[in-house]
């Protein structure tokens, strides 16, 4: 709990764009209770993706990037799903920028097995409509085995 609490405060240290030197980053962390030295605070860094940018004053400093890094994997399909998740009635597929419409093909060409009437997608988001609302976990379930299966 501690390292996600960590992460946590160098991510809102890194939107707020002032952090020229892992010294500093160091610094502010210890502000904030973490006493870490400069090697942790790199491969915190490298952990989390950050990365040297300019900020509005010519000035460099660490970053997160605007975008997700690609994915990396062999098993492509399953790094472009961020999440899925349902309520009572629908099931929503959260993916990676740009990889809905992918993504809610393959649903759509598996509908029987996934037990869904149909998808729309937007660019990283998907809604999934069931067949019957009363099987939504069971659909749930379908769909999450669908995606497994298609690595």
């Known amino acids: 709990m ?15 764009g002032a952090v020229k030197t892992q010294e500093e980053i160091c ?8 006493d870490i ?13 950050a990365v040297k940018s300019k900020n509005e004053y010519g000035q460099i400093v660490y970053r997160l ?26 099931v929503v ?9 992918l993504v809610a093909r393959l649903l759509d060409h598996h509908m029987v097995k996934a037990e869904i009437i149909g998808t729309v997608a937007g660019d990283d988001t998907i809604l999934v409509v069931p067949k019957t609302i009363s099987r939504v976990s069971q659909t749930l379930a379908s769909i999450k085995n669908v995606l497994a299966t298609l690595k």
């Open 65 to 90: 990037p605007k975008e997700p890094a690609p994915p990396h994997s062999a098993n492509l399909l399953l790094n472009l799903i961020i999440d899925i998740v349902a309520n009572e009635q629908l």
């Open 37 to 49: 030295n400069q090697s942790k605070a790199s491969r915190l860094l490298r952990k989390i993706g």
């Open 93 to 101: 597929v959260h993916c990676q920028p740009g990889s809905a419409s």
């Open 2 to 16: 501690r390292m996600k609490k960590l992460e946590e405060d160098l991510r809102e240290l890194l939107m707020r």
């Open 27 to 34: 610094s502010q962390l210890l502000i904030l209770g973490h």
